[in-house]
């Protein structure tokens, strides 16, 4: 089986498909699942290479969910995606049993935001089934991450974090070319956190793991730019653009087709350097 890269050629693009009342941008839109899908189906037509379902918002003092609740609205999302032949699914969870019936249904990818802390069993669960993880670095917990987040230095915390957590994926038996790491924009992080960890990205991609972003609409895009969620499309391009030429791989975005556009220009510019 091939590894990440090769299934995935840079600038791979993940489509947000949040089916949540809550998410930070797009909480409510697709609660019926025949919407979600109709936005998933549309996300893949725009270019999306992998559609990334999740029932269980993440955003700064979110409440967590029950599994139960999670599994209600992510796999009528996924069977009827999968059905639809939309591409690769990819669940957005930090909960083992979320993760085992939404690969049963179909997907065929995690993102577990906790990177395997959440549930001692999500690493069997991923390395059972042979699936690619993506594991993201997050200071605290949503409920409580945006309280005054410290680092010493936030490049190499967050490398170590990454590094040890892809360690702990390797000895359950994730095969390497199977994971990938994300900083965790957002995540526990002030703007100048952020900032810090796109600027110097190349030294997260030099990890020897492919690098998964996600800035999409972002507060700290807000911070600087003065826009609303609704507003913050050029924000976020710029900000992925920023992130390929420093060694991103994969972006997380809402709004796929101008994103893909933008990074497919930028890419092909870099391949012609
Ligand atoms: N960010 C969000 C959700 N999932 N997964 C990864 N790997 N990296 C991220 O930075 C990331 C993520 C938050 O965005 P969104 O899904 O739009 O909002 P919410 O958590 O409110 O549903």
Known sequence: MSGLLERFPAPAVMGVV????????DGGLYLDPAVAVAHGVELAAQGADVLDVGGESTRPGSD??????ELDRVL????GLVEAGA???????????VARRALEAGASFVNDVTALRNDPEMAGVVADAGVPICLMHMLGTPKTMQQDPRYQDVVAEVSEFLLEQAAVAEAAG????LICLDPGIGFGKTLDHNLELLAHLDRLAGLGYPLLIAVSRKRFL???TGRDEGHRLAATIAANVAALERGAW????HDVRPNREALDVSARIRAAG
């Open 18 to 25: 949040n089916v949540t009342p809550d998410s930070f941008s």
């Open 64 to 69: 967590p969910v029950s599994a139960q609740l």
């Open 76 to 79: 009528p999302v996924i069977e």
């Open 87 to 97: 591409g690769p699914v990819s669940v957005d969870t930090m909960k083992a049993d």
């Open 174 to 177: 994730v095969k390497r070319e």
């Open 222 to 224: 807000g911070a600087i």
């Open 250 to 253: 994969m972006f997380r975005v």
